[in-house]
Structure formats: C-alpha cells, structure tokens
C-alpha cells in the first residue's frame, strides 16, 4: 500500500540558497529523502520556482514519514505541514 | 406545558436549534410559529410579537422550545426536519438557518496534534482534531454569531419616511470615531495606496463596490473551482471596513480609507477556510501587484508556546524589508473566553514579522474573544474596533459582525491613510507609526499591544 503523503512548506538556509550550487544540492537531498522521482521534482520546480528563488522556500507532498528526515537535511530551516486557515 | 397530544404527535426524529427569520414584524409571525409548532392559541400569544425584544418564551418538555426576538422578527426554534419543511413554506418566513457556529476550528490538523517541544496548553484549550472542540467554546462561538445576526436586524431595517435614507446615509460609525476618523475628516482617503485584502472574496455586485473590484486585474481567486465572488460574506465585511466608500448606498460611511486602491484576493473558500499554500499564493500575487499593505482576517489557533510558522515569517520579513516593503497585518484570533480563560495571539498574527491585530468593544475595553500576549512567541502590536462592527455583507446589504477579524482592516485602512500622508515611509516606518499613534485602551498591553489605532490629524 502507497504511503500517505502529506503537502510540506520547506524553508531554506538564506546563507545555504545563497551559496554557488547550493540550491540545486539542497534540492537533490530533498528529493532523496522525500523520494521524489525526477518528473517529481520538475513538477515542483514548474510550481514553486519563483518561490524559492524569491523567498528560499518550497512546497511539495512527500510521504510523511520523511518529513523528520527532512528537518535534519542541513540548510533546511524548518518544513511546516499545509495546514488550513480560518476566516476569524 | 406539554399534553397527551403534543406527546402522540411528536416525530422520534432529533431537533436542531434554528433561527427562523420572519419578513417583517408582525403578530402573524407567532401565528405562523403556532400553527405549525402547536403552542397553543388564544389571549397568551396576542401582542408577543410586537411588543418586546424577547417577550415570548415557551417549552413544552420534550417538545418545542421557542424564543422570539420580536423587535427584530428573528425567532430561535428547535425543529425536527419535518417541522423545518413545513414552516418554511409559511408565507411570513423568509428564511431558516441553523444556529450554529460559524466555524469549529480544527485548531491544529491530523498531522500536528502533538503539542511541540516545551509548549503548553493555555487554560481551557484543547486541540479539536482528532479531539472534538470544547462545547463552551461552540457554544460561544455560536453566540456570537445569534447575537450579530439578531443586532444586524435591529440596526438595519429599511429606511422609512422622507428624508430617512438620507439620514441614514449620513450618519457615521462609531468605530471610525474612535480611530480618529469623525464625520468632518478630511485630512487622507488612502488614495493611490493598494492595499489588498486576502480572505473570501468580495460580492462583486454589492452597491457599495460595484465596479470597484475585476476579476482578473484587481481581483484573484486561489481557490480552487471558486471565483472571486464571496460566497460566505466574511471578506466583503472586511473590505467594506477598508475601503467602504465615504458615501454609501443605505447606511452612513463604515470604511477607513475610500479612496485606496483595493486589491482582493480570494484564499479561503466559501465555506471560510483556506490552505496555507494559497494564503501564501495570495500573498505572493498581492506583493506583485504593489500593495504596500496586506489584510488577513484569518488564522488558526496555537498553543502556548507553539513556535510561530517559519514560512509565513520568511515570506512577511522578505517582504516587509524588501525596497519599500510590504506590511502584513493579521487578525490576532478570538479563542479567548474572557473572564474565564485567555488564548494566545494565533497563528499567522504570532509572527514577529507581521502585525498582530487585538479587538476592543466600544468602551475601549479588550473584546472578550481577543487573543492575547501569553508567551514569548506572539504578542499584540495593536488594536481596533471589532465588536458590532457595521459594514458590507454579500446579497447587497450590510451586518453588524464581531472578531479580531474586524479590527484588522480598521488598522489596515489606517495605514493607507498614513502612508498616503507619508509616501516615502517603509513598511517598518509605517509599522512604527501605526503603533506611535495610538490612544490608550482600558487595558493591558498584553491584551491590546501600544493601544488603539488613530489616523493622521
């Protein structure tokens, strides 16, 4: 049975996005633990490019049990789960 | 009193409490009620309709309950569903809704029900999923919700007699009077600032907007499926608190700065929630149009000393230090159930890169849902009028609503008079501002931040 996924907003090091090739190092160790195939990950590109050269952050859905793993990736920051806002 | 008959007639089905709305203040309102609900005839019921706010009261053990609101032809029943189907098709009611809250917020989700690393609850406040929500806090919140509903109908039945709706029309809310903003102010409108506001959506059609708002140019939806057009009424109130222009189509002015340029984008669907990726989409579009401030009028409810989201504090400190800058004001959330317990200032509002909005009533004192200061992690910048605030709603017409919700875009409509006054400020300049201007609330600096919001003199 396919793992749940769950979507994640992943917020970068500035200093580790900043970095020659940094990004795309930080973006290969993701996708190595999320498992993201390479069709995956132009998606996210596709998606969240702007994002992340703007705002060094991310999103995608992984399977929740990498998201842990996630976090000890160094130059991530922090990875949030997508959660749902209420009008107050 | 019950009788064997009512007892026989009575469906095994449950009752729900629901609000009938009657067309107009009648004495065939009860009748109407009577009839189908069978609470008797005669002497005991001639005049209750008219003649009181709340003069009419009966229960039948096991059967009916009825309150009419008569002032304000609302009445709140509990109904079997064939009870409903039935009095619906009496030609005084004009509508039945269910009483009940709004929302229930699912204050953390599935994933996220662990409390974090050194965090601790606050004082009866329990995560609703997969733990159902505490029934006080349903209860108040559906309160709030009876009671704005019931005071709409009281402050907004149609203007009659000559010279009424001019009348009307020129008088003012007592919330622009205490931001600083009395009928004769002149001194800024907001004109050429863009401020945007990110919630439901706005009614396009609405009198009071018509035009205003395009779909596509100053208008966005990141709801998936759902146009700009509000389909909840929430964020056409919060808009009308912005940017309701000085001259309105039945009630007096309600909007802080007319005059800006409103951008509107939609991130929570009809039914009043959002996911954080379009909140943050909207964000993103809104900062690319140029608004220099956002509106949030929304949030999630965190406990104490639960960090704040690092993607919404990215994305505020990026765009807060970014060139001019843009400023992002979010509502401080309503969790709180004052006297008895106080909640802490919610998430997105918790960041330190965006402004935390607190609500006062209208003698200045802290709102009793009013989130507040209660670790290190998010504190209460400012605050605004948020009790019985009057402005817009969708169908045209306009409601009284309560919520931190509707102190934000008091505070976002004063910084584009501000920043209209002051061009050049950036967004940290303008955030300094706002909280050196204020005037004091009858309260602490926990619950209401550096104090109530004033516009430029």
Redesign the interface.
Same mark, same amino acid.
Do not use: P
């Given at each position: 049975m396919e793992e749940a996924k *769950?979507?994640v907003?992943i917020?970068l090091s500035k200093q580790a996005v900043q970095s020659e090739g940094g990004m795309e190092n930080l973006l290969k160790a993701i996708a190595d633990v999320a498992n993201l195939d390479a069709e995956a990950c132009e998606k996210i590109r596709a998606r969240y490019g #702007?994002?992340l050269a *703007?705002?060094?952050?991310l999103?995608a859905e992984i399977p #929740?049990s990498s998201i842990d793993r996630l976090r000890e990736i160094p130059g991530v920051? #922090?990875v949030?789960?997508?959660? @749902?806002?209420? #009008? @107050? | 009193m019950a009788s064997g008959a009512d007892s026989t007639q009575r469906r095994p089905t449950k009752k729900a409490e629901y609000l009938v709305v009657f067309h107009k203040r009648s004495e065939r309102n009860l009748s109407a009620l009577s009839r189908q609900l069978k609470l008797g005839t005669g002497d005991e019921l001639k005049g209750a309709s008219t003649a009181g706010l709340q003069l009419f009261e009966r229960r039948i053990p096991g059967a009916a309950r009825v309150k009419m609101f008569a002032r304000v032809a609302v009445a709140a029943v509990d109904l079997t569903p064939d009870e409903k189907t039935s009095l619906a098709k009496e030609s005084e009611v004009q509508m039945i809704v269910r009483n009940e809250v709004r929302r229930i917020p699912p204050y953390f989700d599935a994933g996220s029900t662990a409390l974090p690393a050194g965090a601790q609850a606050a004082p009866g406040f329990q995560p609703a999923t997969p733990i159902p929500p505490d029934p006080r806090s349903a209860y108040l919140l559906g309160f709030r919700d009876a009671i704005d509903m019931i005071s709409s109908r009281a402050l907004f039945q149609p203007p009659a007699g000559p010279g009424a709706l001019a009348a009307a029309q020129a008088s003012h809310s007592w919330c622009l009077d205490m931001v600083g903003i009395p009928p004769a102010y002149a001194k800024a409108s907001g004109k050429g600032v863009k401020v945007a506001v990110l919630d439901t959506g706005l009614d396009l059609a609405h009198p009071d907007f018509r035009g205003a708002v395009v779909e596509g140019v100053n208008g966005m939806s990141f709801v998936n499926g759902q146009s700009v057009q509000d389909g909840h009424g929430h964020g056409t109130h919060c808009c009308g608190v912005v940017a309701g222009p000085a001259r309105t189509a039945a009630v007096g002015r309600y909007g802080v700065a007319p005059d800006c340029h409103l951008y509107v984008g939609k991130v929570l669907g009809d039914g009043g929630s959002g996911y954080d990726d379009d909140i943050i989409e909207g964000i993103t579009w809104a900062a690319d149009q140029g608004a220099r401030i956002i509106s949030m009028s929304l949030g999630m409810a965190r406990y104490v000393n639960s960090p704040y989201p690092a993607q919404y504090e990215r994305l505020a400190s990026e765009l807060l230090n970014d060139g001019d800058g843009v400023l992002i004001i979010a509502a401080a959330g309503n969790e709180s159930e004052r006297p008895s317990s106080t909640a802490p200032v919610g998430s997105p509002a918790c960041c330190p890169s965006i402004m935390a909005v607190a609500a006062v009533d209208l003698k200045k004192l802290v709102a009793w849902f009013s989130c507040c200061k209660m670790d290190n992690i998010g504190e209460v910048n400012i605050s605004a009028p948020g009790v019985a605030v009057v402005s817009a709603f969708t169908g045209g017409g306009y409601r009284s609503l309560s919520g931190t919700s509707m102190a934000t875009p008091h505070v976002s409509g004063l910084a584009a008079l501000w920043l209209e006054t002051q061009p050049k400020l950036k967004a940290m300049d303008l955030r300094n501002t706002l909280t050196q201007n204020v005037i004091p609330a009858s309260a602490t600096p926990e619950d209401c931040g550096a104090g109530i919001g004033q516009a430029p003199r």
């Open positions: *769950r979507k907003h917020v #702007a994002r *703007r705002f060094g952050m999103s #929740a920051e #922090a949030e789960l997508d959660t @749902i806002k209420h #009008a @107050i | -």
